[in-house]
């Protein structure tokens, strides 16, 4: 099946996958954000299919935010509106996007030894959580 992505949709996904990382990376401050956000970025850009396509190129002219809070209330919606609009296209590759996030969720969580931190392990949860709300 042919999916079909405005730049738009395109933004969105990025905005999601790459958003994710730094909502990842704002919770694993304490540990090391760079090694976060690095180790969530290898896994984005080792994405393959459409996702990996799209999630190539982090999202140009985003305006992040100064908070936490700020960068989730773009992020988490945008998580659930790419897993909706990819759905309605291909629901395999609604699957491909989700796992690709999930991916780099979990190897942004595992860059020190142990368990991610409850502040990592929460916003993991939440990431995972607008996910599924597609």
């Given amino acids: 099946m042919s999916i079909t992505l405005t730049d738009q949709d395109k933004t969105t996904l990025r905005l999601a996958g790459w958003g994710a990382v730094s909502l990842m990376s704002a919770a694993g401050i304490a540990e090391s954000a760079h090694k976060v956000a690095t180790h969530g970025s290898i896994a984005l850009t080792s994405a ?5 396509h799209v999630l190539s190129q982090a999202p140009k002219g985003v305006k992040w935010g100064k908070t936490t809070a700020e960068l989730a209330d773009q992020v988490l919606p945008a998580l659930t509106a790419s897993v909706s609009l990819l759905n309605q296209q291909d629901p395999a590759e609604a699957a491909n996007f989700r796992s690709t996030i999930l991916v780099a969720i979990e190897a942004s969580a ?3 030894q142990g368990p991610p931190s409850p502040t990592m392990a929460e916003m993991m949860r939440k990431i995972t959580e607008a996910l599924d709300a597609a």
């Fill in 48 to 52: 393959t299919g459409l996702a990996g």
């Fill in 110 to 112: 595992r860059t020190h």
